[in-house]
DNA sequence: AACACGTGGCC
DNA sequence: TGGCCAAGTGT
């Protein structure tokens, strides 16, 4: 075996790794406390989301629910609130019904233990070994894509890391790796350093801590690690919603608690049909949902919004009330608000656009 | 294993 | 502008 692709040391890396995440670490919000919620908190809005966009919610949410018995007690609607635009819904849902469950079963008090932890809606294998290492001080291993980019590219891992085998490695090399003097730092830099130096993109292997133990670098594929399948093209639909007056009220329903945006509020609408006019589509949908008959008037605005999974372009119409008693068919409750009582609601950001054109705000752009 | 599940920023 | 990304989890 050559000089040139000798298994690298660990102890080597941990060393290099806490060294440069001592004098090296970036100053955030939640590496100020070993509050176990708290850094719960932060680790599920972490979740596939940027630190800078969570930022301001973590302050927030920290400010409003400060404790798990806060957390526990508030309506989902409220957290929900707290959420709003974060995206990925079904984190707050199962944070609110963890906090219950720690309230209620565990007395008020974290489980310390990784399969304690991942028993916890919302918790799975990264948040537990997450809290577990970072709040608790316990050696377990953790693995996000940080850490997948990080370890593909010291172990020079050609497999798809996304395939069960591969995954399953990485893992057992994150295992290794971690020291039972400080799991949570060595954790926490290796994020750190896919973070700030072994991006995704052009990665900075001039400053990296572990550039001499990286094998990807010696072979310069560091550009070409890891190799990751291609994302597939999302379907594409065409929105008509109702923005319904009545008086000086506008119609808002409660989206169903489970699912897409489940337990947000929305302007009643839905996909249109082939065969029906932009128009057409916005009565049927309001009759639909909310079983009311209503006149179609000018169309408002047009929202081009892409989710998860699909995009749609939304075409948003003023429509005046006609008839029939407003009832929630096609979701969870309905509500006639004055424009004013809006932003009492949480709302999915495609409609919060059309909220911030009501409210005579500037939207960030107009079509 | 594969897919549902948000959003905003970047190039 | 469209594709890719960012501290994943649940089914």
């Known amino acids: 075996m050559s000089k040139n692709s000798k298994t690298p040391k660990a102890e080597t890396i941990r060393g290099n790794l806490l060294h440069w995440w001592d004098t090296g670490r970036r100053d955030l919000p939640w590496r100020r406390t070993k509050d176990p919620y708290a850094v719960w908190v932060s680790e599920i809005m972490l979740q596939q989301t940027r630190i800078d966009t969570v930022i301001p919610y973590y302050h927030r949410f920290l400010n409003r629910l400060p404790t798990v018995e806060a957390l526990a007690k508030a309506k989902i609607d409220t957290v929900l609130k707290l959420w709003e635009g974060l995206g990925y819904y079904s984190r707050a849902r199962n944070l609110h019904k963890a906090a219950r469950l720690i309230v209620r079963q565990y007395a008020g008090r974290f489980p310390r233990d990784v399969k304690e932890l991942q028993k916890l809606p919302g918790i799975g294998r990264y948040t537990a070994g ?22 593909s590219r010291i172990y020079c891992i050609r497999e798809d890391p996304t395939r069960s085998a591969v995954t399953k490695r990485i893992w057992q090399l994150a295992e290794e790796l971690v020291c039972h003097k400080r ?185």
């Open 183 to 367: 799991p949570g730092d060595l954790n926490q830099s290796m994020m750190e350093l896919g973070a700030l130096i072994c991006k995704p993109l052009s990665p900075d292997c001039r400053r990296c801590p572990v550039r001499t133990s990286c094998l990807a670098r010696k072979q310069n594929l560091q550009n070409d690690l890891p190799r990751l399948p291609k994302a597939k093209k999302l379907p594409h639909y065409t929105i008509a919603v109702g923005i319904v007056f009545k008086n000086e009220k506008v119609l808002i329903d409660k989206r169903k608690p489970e699912g897409l945006l489940g337990g947000l509020w929305e302007f009643p609408g839905g996909k249109k049909k082939k065969t029906e006019t932009l128009k057409e589509a916005v009565a049927r949908e309001v009759r639909e949902e909310v079983g009311i008959e209503v006149a179609v008037g000018r169309r408002l605005m047009i929202v081009r919004h892409t989710y998860s999974h699909f995009k749609i372009v939304l075409h948003a119409y003023l429509c005046e009330y006609q008839s029939g008693a407003a009832v929630p068919l096609g979701c969870d409750a309905v509500k006639w608000v004055s424009v004013r009582q809006l932003p009492r609601y949480a709302f999915p950001a495609a409609n919060q656009r059309i909220l911030n054109q009501l409210l005579n705000n500037t939207p960030p752009q107009s079509p």
């Open 130 to 151: 997450a809290v577990a290492s970072i709040a608790f001080g316990r050696p377990a291993p953790l693995v996000d894509g940080n850490v997948i980019r990080v370890l």
